[in-house]
């Protein structure tokens, strides 16, 4: 059961991905840069998922699990913040060059590997995880009344990735790094997630067609 939630996990994420990609000609760059963000966030989900998944049925070896940890560590530590600021950013129209991201995802890594030289690991994943759920909680707080479809997936996303680790007292997504039965929760959050960004995108503000239209009356009025 366990290798089945990872493998359904694994295919529903690579499914959004094309579900998502379809979106980006119609955004403009700066949406579009919060877009690719999300992609990242759902390809490193969709890898982990799989691998564990494979390896819950016994088609796994030394190399194969070493690439697991990593990609799994990124997973846990990128995926819900990457998603909380994707939506955030496309929910309120912030006009983030899309370099930004790559500089985020840098610092993310980079912070990750001080958090394990100062041994403070498990404050850090709390923390960047908070800060994608916090993200989550402003925007379905936000959109409660313009589109509560938003308001909601946002709120089945939050409480899907981080209930499993309140209860269990365990970290924040770690069934992405190890095989666990709480697997089962990814899923619904994460689809949740994604789903979000894919509405949010259609918002007009995020639209080429808008940014066009602003451009001259910009540009006419001063």
């Known amino acids: 059961m366990t290798a089945l939630s990872y493998l359904l996990l694994s295919v529903a994420a690579a499914g959004l991905c094309y579900w998502l990609w379809q979106r980006k000609p119609r955004l403009h760059a700066e949406a579009q840069g919060a877009l690719k963000a999300s992609l990242v966030a759902l390809l490193l989900t969709a890898s982990s998922a799989l691998l564990l998944g494979l390896a819950n049925w016994g088609a796994s070896h030394a190399s194969v699990e070493h690439a697991q940890r990593i990609i799994g560590l990124a997973a846990q530590h990128m995926s819900l913040p990457l998603l909380g600021l994707a939506c955030l950013l496309l929910g309120r129209g912030l006009r983030w060059k899309p370099v930004i991201w790559s500089q985020i995802i840098l610092g993310l890594l980079a912070f990750y590997e001080l958090s394990r030289y100062l041994e403070w690991q498990a404050g850090y994943q709390w923390l960047v995880n908070l800060i994608g759920a916090a993200c989550l909680a402003l925007i379905a707080f936000l959109y409660r009344r313009q589109d509560l479809r938003v308001s909601v997936l946002c709120l089945i996303g939050l409480v899907s990735l981080l209930t499993p680790a309140l209860i269990n007292s365990t970290l924040p997504l770690a069934s992405l790094l ?30 080429q067609t808008d940014s066009h239209r602003s451009g001259p009356k910009a540009a006419s009025d001063s």
């Not at 929760?185 to 639209?207: D, I, R, T, Y």
């Open 178 to 207: 190890n095989s666990s039965l709480q697997a089962s929760w990814l899923l619904p959050g994460f689809v949740a997630c994604a789903l979000a960004v894919g509405l949010l995108a259609e918002q007009a503000h995020n639209s």
